[in-house]
Nanobody, 127 residues
Framework: QAQLVESGGGLVQAGGSLRLSCAAS????????MAWFRQAPGKEREFVAG????????YYADSVKGRFTISRDNAKNTAYLQMNSLKPEDTAVYYC????????????????????WGQGTQVTVSS
């Protein structure tokens, strides 16, 4: 069964760092683009970062550009989100997601473009 499992969330002070991991199983990870989304209480889910199947292209939401880095290790079937200089407004549940299609040429910011989702991991940034 296809599964994505996030880990690495927690409580951190503003200015601190966290690294989230997304371990994939039961899917063709190396041929799928991956993305991170987040959802804060009372707000809509928003795109954070995406990486194509090759790992050669990355795209970030303006709100995290320069602070977050998405990466992947296909040998480990794992995607990562390194989060630096965290701000209270980064507080949210973070989800990883896999692209619907193999070998996609694009990186998509719409959640509709992804059909496999993890359960989420909570990130809380205190001021």
């Amino acid at each position: 069964q296809a599964q994505l499992v996030e880990s690495g969330g927690g409580l951190v002070q503003a200015g601190g760092s966290l690294r989230l991991s997304c371990a994939a199983s039961g899917l063709t990870f190396s041929s799928l683009g991956m993305a991170w989304f987040r959802q804060a209480p009372g707000k809509e889910r928003e795109f954070v970062a995406g990486i194509n199947w090759r790992g050669s292209s990355r795209y970030y939401a303006d709100s995290v550009k320069g602070r977050f880095t998405i990466s992947r290790d296909n040998a480990k079937n794992t995607a990562y989100l390194q989060m630096n200089s965290l701000k209270p407004e980064d507080t949210a549940v973070y989800y990883c997601a896999a692209d619907r299609n193999r070998y996609s040429s694009g990186i998509y910011s719409s959640g509709d473009e992804y059909d496999r989702w993890g359960q989420g991991t909570q990130v809380t940034v205190s001021s």
